[in-house]
């Protein structure tokens, strides 16, 4: 089981300062770097502070020359928002940057309020059509001197300048959920990341299971890698533990906000819900996050992620993301590389 760190920025309040939470995730990248976690994830989204990432690859270039060991990956690019060549182009240079320490992600898109500013009238399925049509495109542009007539991009013959560091150029990792999204990442030699979100382990089996079915419908293939992205936190003592689940489920009811878009959304920050509004959905409650992400002391995280291993898992990815203090992150992911890693040789 190899560990990585999943984070962005996060603007809550008018009152935050981006330039405080820039050098805040620059700490949390470089105590995960430190610690010896396998890899760093950010992503791309827009014109949202809920999660500010609207170039992977420029918040990459700067980790470069700050992380020393940790690979460094997009967690993950939107595929309908990015020209085949573009997208070629900017991750092998990115991977230049990086010395060949560049994992591309690429994933449809989720949120709504995205397509209708930078992609008007897409919707998930045309977002992951575009994507199916990308990965192999960027693939053969890495290989150079290809021309492509599709059914959304037509160019003539292109090669990526400059070439990827990696032979074969970066990995890529497909973020799947329904079964022919796995299909379609191992059809391709892609890895798969999963995260079941606010939902149980029952969904964390049920992920995998779609992936192991995908396999074996390309026994031709390698196995490709799968990661599981889980809201993580390791408290100090029950207390603690309690506290982070209430902050969770704050979380999960500006997620779901956002998600929804319905919102109005001023300078960028969602309009603030009420406490009425924060505790009028069960499946999000405090208690739910207690049972269902990976919250409690090191023990029970211990226990939890051994399962994960268990069941096939290759890497586990601490998702960080959560609403909480600076310090309260801090704690936590300090927590983890000296408590939780250790139990698993890492």
């Given at each position: 089981m190899k560990f990585s760190l999943f984070a962005h920025m996060e603007r809550l309040d008018a009152g935050q300062r981006q330039e405080n939470l820039y050098e805040e995730f620059l700490q949390l990248c470089e105590i995960a770097d430190r610690g010896g976690m396998h890899a760093i994830w950010t992503g791309e989204h827009h014109g949202m502070d809920f999660t500010i990432a609207p170039n992977p690859f420029v918040t990459i270039a700067d980790l470069a020359s700050r992380v020393?060991?940790?690979?460094?990956?997009?967690?993950?690019?939107?595929?309908?928002?990015?020209?085949?060549?573009?997208?070629?182009?900017?991750?092998?240079?990115?991977?230049?940057?990086?010395?060949?320490?560049?994992?591309?992600?690429?994933?449809?898109g989720a949120y709504s309020y995205e397509y209708e500013r930078l992609h008007p009238g897409l919707d998930a399925w045309g977002a992951g059509q575009r994507m199916r049509e990308l990965i192999p495109a960027v693939k053969n542009i890495w290989a150079g001197d290809y021309a492509h007539e599709g059914e959304f991009w037509t160019f003539?013959?292109?090669?990526?300048?400059?070439?990827?560091?990696?032979?074969?150029?970066?990995p890529i990792w497909v973020a799947a959920r329904d079964p022919n999204s796995h299909e379609f990442a191992v059809a391709n030699d892609c890895n798969v990341q999963v995260t079941p979100l606010w939902q149980d382990d029952g969904e964390t089996q049920t992920l995998m299971e779609r992936f192991e079915a995908a396999c074996a419908a390309h026994p031709q293939k390698a196995r490709p890698k799968i990661m599981l992205l889980?809201?993580?936190?390791?408290?100090?003592?029950?207390?603690?533990?309690?506290?982070?689940?209430?902050?969770?489920?704050?979380?999960?009811?500006?997620?779901?906000?956002?998600?929804?878009?319905?919102?109005?959304?001023?300078?960028?920050?969602?309009?603030?819900?009420?406490?009425?509004?924060?505790?009028?959905?069960?499946?999000?409650?405090?208690?739910?996050?207690r049972r269902n992400n990976v919250v409690g002391e090191p023990g029970e995280v211990i226990d939890r992620i051994k399962a994960y291993e268990a069941m096939g898992y290759d890497e586990y990815s601490f998702w960080i993301d959560t609403g909480m203090s600076f310090e309260r992150k801090k704690a936590s992911l300090e927590r983890f590389i000296a408590e939780v890693m250790p139990a698993f040789g890492a």
């Amino acid at each position: 089981m190899k560990f990585s760190l999943f984070a962005h920025m996060e603007r809550l309040d008018a009152g935050q300062r981006q330039e405080n939470l820039y050098e805040e995730f620059l700490q949390l990248c470089e105590i995960a770097d430190r610690g010896g976690m396998h890899a760093i994830w950010t992503g791309e989204h827009h014109g949202m502070d809920f999660t500010i990432a609207p170039n992977p690859f420029v918040t990459i270039a700067d980790l470069a020359s700050r992380v020393k060991q940790a690979r460094l990956g997009t967690g993950t690019v939107i595929a309908p928002f990015w020209h085949p060549i573009k997208l070629a182009g900017e991750a092998a240079m990115t991977d230049l940057i990086t010395r060949g320490r560049l994992d591309l992600g690429i994933a449809r898109g989720a949120y709504s309020y995205e397509y209708e500013r930078l992609h008007p009238g897409l919707d998930a399925w045309g977002a992951g059509q575009r994507m199916r049509e990308l990965i192999p495109a960027v693939k053969n542009i890495w290989a150079g001197d290809y021309a492509h007539e599709g059914e959304f991009w037509t160019f003539p013959s292109t090669t990526s300048a400059p070439k990827p560091v990696q032979a074969g150029g970066p990995p890529i990792w497909v973020a799947a959920r329904d079964p022919n999204s796995h299909e379609f990442a191992v059809a391709n030699d892609c890895n798969v990341q999963v995260t079941p979100l606010w939902q149980d382990d029952g969904e964390t089996q049920t992920l995998m299971e779609r992936f192991e079915a995908a396999c074996a419908a390309h026994p031709q293939k390698a196995r490709p890698k799968i990661m599981l992205l889980r809201h993580t936190y390791v408290g100090s003592d029950e207390a603690d533990v309690a506290e982070a689940a209430r902050e969770l489920s704050v979380y999960y009811n500006y997620f779901f906000a956002w998600f929804k878009n319905e919102r109005p959304v001023h300078q960028g920050l969602i309009e603030r819900l009420s406490p009425e509004e924060l505790a009028a959905n069960p499946m999000i409650s405090a208690d739910a996050m207690r049972r269902n992400n990976v919250v409690g002391e090191p023990g029970e995280v211990i226990d939890r992620i051994k399962a994960y291993e268990a069941m096939g898992y290759d890497e586990y990815s601490f998702w960080i993301d959560t609403g909480m203090s600076f310090e309260r992150k801090k704690a936590s992911l300090e927590r983890f590389i000296a408590e939780v890693m250790p139990a698993f040789g890492a």
